[in-house]
């Protein structure tokens, strides 16, 4: 009998019900003392109460364990350590400071974003996992130190962005996806123990060669998912209190390990043919070799038993999330995140070192090189006996380098009037043409529009051309022109863009013929008065503007409001996606 149809219900519940028993096998794992590699998982999410309650639930099942939280652009003296310059001038001895990693031994580590995380700490992390030690060769120092931590990584970007590093992904034990999961699943959680907790299963050779089968089928060609399917499977048959690992393990392996990081469905069985007719035979006994294969390979009672335990549909709904993605990510190169440890080398300057700030020990000691007679003459006074090199705290330089900001372009698109439609279709064209380049350049591309009696963000700041692409497939045009509106919510988005470090630029496609205000109502005097206004905050503000006007006859109206923001006015009432495209490259910031 087939399984029920799927609803919305249903599979969030499945959604929720494998991150709890992800959770638990996680926790398991996490609090017995192992040989092996510590557990971790990999858990697409968003912010929110979702995410909070599953991580609460990971806190409760390892027995109250700390998640050590890794904070946001870590480098890597916060992550292993380092020599702790100040207590080693007072101390005249390298003093070592331990970093995050060698103070989280035997605890939990948690990664909030790790689609963030700069490479060079996501190698620093992966190194760990693998050897559960971390190796300092720095600063003069070359030391090992235990790091044997048990990890969760919080995936919280979009589809069509970069997500999680693959060298990482692929070191995580479990993958879970709560982005399915909506605050309507989260039920009370039963009392969950942990069976046994030094309990371990064994896992057969029909098992085995079932993981790797089944590996083979959702295109997993490293050996690094069917090791961790074989840890959970383990695990799985310890916690139900079994010796020998079964069909349901196997299964439930294949879900927590396999599903979200498969790239592509198994293929469906081929029909069987039917057999000829068995030729008779002298000896009617039956034969043992055959009858131990009657039942078919273990692998198709695997795959029997997800259907079964699963809802019907439920594995493709599993398997969308990945397909989306990698089909968003195909062709594309990874885009690096920019930090103020990168870049162009400036002038070192005095400073404390400590936190993000590294010192120049070049400079150091070139600032104390005039000195060492003095200080040694001073030092010879007072102790009698002088070291042969004299650094103080007033003599450190701090490295510094430059790096070229992200720049944001903004679209502010007038919607409205009988142009409408040419208006958009211009925009689009040149949204589309910037974002085909945004790969070698650092750009990101929004779009406001504004029509009627307001504005709105049809696209947020975005590299992904897909999305874009999305979003400018049907825009509705007519009726008044609010470009208050629009110039407001155009500079809330600019704004917005600058506090976060990005060199913005805004590009206003009007005629500058306002007839509506900020109050939703008609009228060209207040209209133009309210659009006055709030086009000299751009001034004021210092957000670099570009006005095009793409009226057939380029009036006073728009050279007003250009004057008000301070931009570069051009007159373009034939514009097309080529011409606007070359403008914007050759007025932006």
């Avoid at 003392?33 to 858990?43: K, Q």
């Avoid at 990971?58 to 939280?69: D, Q």
Wanted: hydrophobic share 40%.
């Amino acid at each position: 009998m087939s399984a029920a149809p799927l609803t919305i219900d249903t599979a969030e519940q499945a959604f929720w019900d494998d991150a709890c028993l992800a959770a638990t096998l996680f926790a398991k794992m996490a609090s017995v003392e192992r040989s092996g590699a510590m557990p971790s998982v990999l858990a697409r999410a968003k912010a929110g109460p979702v995410l909070d309650a599953w991580l609460e639930m990971v806190t409760m099942l390892a027995g109250g364990k700390r998640l050590r939280r890794v904070p946001q652009g870590i480098d890597a003296a916060h992550l292993i350590g380092g020599l702790d310059i100040t207590a080693t001038v007072d101390a005249s001895r390298s003093v070592f400071s331990p970093g995050l990693l060698q103070q989280a031994h035997g605890e939990i580590v948690l990664l909030p974003q790790a689609e963030t995380m700069d490479a060079g700490a996501v190698s620093i992390i992966n190194g760990a996992l693998d050897s559960g030690v971390v190796r300092v060769e720095r600063d003069g120092m070359s030391r090992v130190d235990d790091a044997r931590f048990a990890l969760v990584a919080v995936d919280q970007s979009e589809d069509d962005e970069d997500g999680v590093p693959a060298s990482l992904a692929e070191r995580c034990m479990f993958h879970v996806d709560l982005t399915q999961v909506s605050i309507r699943s989260l039920k009370p959680l039963p009392r969950l123990s942990l069976v046994k907790p030094d309990h371990s299963a064994l896992c057969g050779d029909d098992e085995l060669q079932a993981l790797c089968q089944m590996a083979l089928a959702f295109g997993l060609f490293s050996m690094r998912p069917v090791h961790h399917a074989l840890s959970v499977a383990c695990c799985h048959a310890g916690w139900q209190g079994r010796d020998v690992v079964g069909e349901e393990d196997i299964a439930v392996a294949m879900r927590l390990s396999y599903i979200q990081r498969a790239t592509r469905l198994p293929m469906p069985p081929e029909p069987e043919q039917e057999p000829a007719p068995p030729e008779p035979e002298a000896n009617n006994e039956p034969d043992e070799s055959d009858a131990s294969h009657a039942d078919g390979p273990l692998e198709d009672s695997v795959t029997d038993a997800i259907d079964t335990m699963l809802p019907e549909g439920l594995l493709e709904q599993l398997m969308r999330p990945v397909l989306l993605r990698q089909s968003a990510m195909a062709g594309r190169r990874g885009a690096k995140k920019d930090n103020f440890k990168r870049g162009r080398p400036l002038a070192s300057r005095a400073g404390k070192p400590g936190g993000f700030k590294r010192l120049d020990l070049i400079a150091t000691l070139r600032k104390a090189a005039p000195w060492q007679k003095l200080r040694r003459q001073q030092v010879e006074q007072r102790r009698g006996r002088a070291r042969t090199l004299h650094v103080r705290s007033s003599d450190f330089q701090i490295r510094r380098f430059r790096q070229s900001a992200e720049t944001t372009t903004i679209f502010l698109v007038d919607a409205s009037g009988s142009t409408a439609l040419n208006r958009l279709g211009e925009a689009k064209g040149a949204v589309e043409l910037l974002l085909s380049e945004s790969y070698s350049r650092r750009d990101s591309v929004a779009l406001v529009s504004f029509r009627g009696t307001g504005a709105e963000v049809l696209l947020a700041p975005t590299r992904a051309l897909a999305r874009a692409k999305k979003a400018l497939s049907a825009l509705p045009g007519g009726g008044g022109t609010p470009l208050a509106s629009g110039l407001q919510t155009a500079l809330a988005l600019a704004l917005d863009q600058m506090r976060k470090g990005h060199q913005t630029s805004v590009v206003v496609l009007t005629d500058g013929s306002a007839n509506v205000g900020l109050d939703g109502k008609g009228g060209r005097a207040k209209a133009a008065q309210d659009a006055q206004d709030v086009a000299e905050g751009f001034r004021s503000a210092g957000v670099s503007s570009i006005v095009i006007d793409v009226g057939r006859k380029p009036g006073r109206n728009s050279t007003a409001i250009a004057d008000a923001m301070g931009a570069a006015l051009i007159a373009m009432p034939f514009a097309n996606a080529e011409a606007l495209s070359s403008v914007v490259k050759a007025n932006s910031v």
